[in-house]
């Protein structure tokens, strides 16, 4: 299959001059001949204007999967919906969220336990018990790849979920890893938890923080990925 692949369009870096760095983050995921929008990030005017420079038409989607409903993975969604669009997203989600869905004509499917909602494609389903958020299971011939908005239930325990989901270790972690304020100690456990997991390859961003990415990308080497805006990763 062509276009097999991940691009990075919104996210707290960038990796080009063309493109705007942003608090929040998006990625499109191309696979199995679909197109599916992972959050939206947050300003409208951020998500319009990469998704211009890289050849994206925002209206061309077949789903799109919101993570948690924080402004930053939601904020922009307005500019994502369309006609003849699914939309998948936590059931905890708020009313007015759920009122905008209906009023772009988008279909919704509300996500509480797991479930494989496209084939290849699965959600988590609500994970955690403050901020629920549901991260993105997807299938590829190299093995499965997990995608997280915030990863506020936890990196380590969303990579255990899925990878029981998937019933095998994980090719690729990539997303906000929420560490942006936890020690070096820790952040190297987390690396150490993950790869007895058997996660191959890690793509922090977004809120995972500078220093731990930094720290992620040591311990993992190669194998931790610079992920930014513009950042295209082959499924
Ligand atoms: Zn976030
Ligand atoms: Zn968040």
Redesign the pocket.
Known sequence: MTNERITIIYDNRSSREDLQPGWGFSALVEHGGKRLLFDSGGDKIVLEANASALGIDLKSTDYLFFS?E?C??VGAASSALHKGLTVVYPASFSQPFKKKVEAAHARSIQVTKPIEFLPGFLSTGELGST?LEQSLIIRTASGPVLIT??A?PGIVEIARVATDLAGEPLRLVLG?F?LGTTSTDKVRKIAASLQALGVRQVGPCH?TGESAIRILQQEFGPDGLEVMAGTQIPL
């Open positions: 948690h924080h930053d993975h901020i908005g915030c506020h906000g929420h809120c």
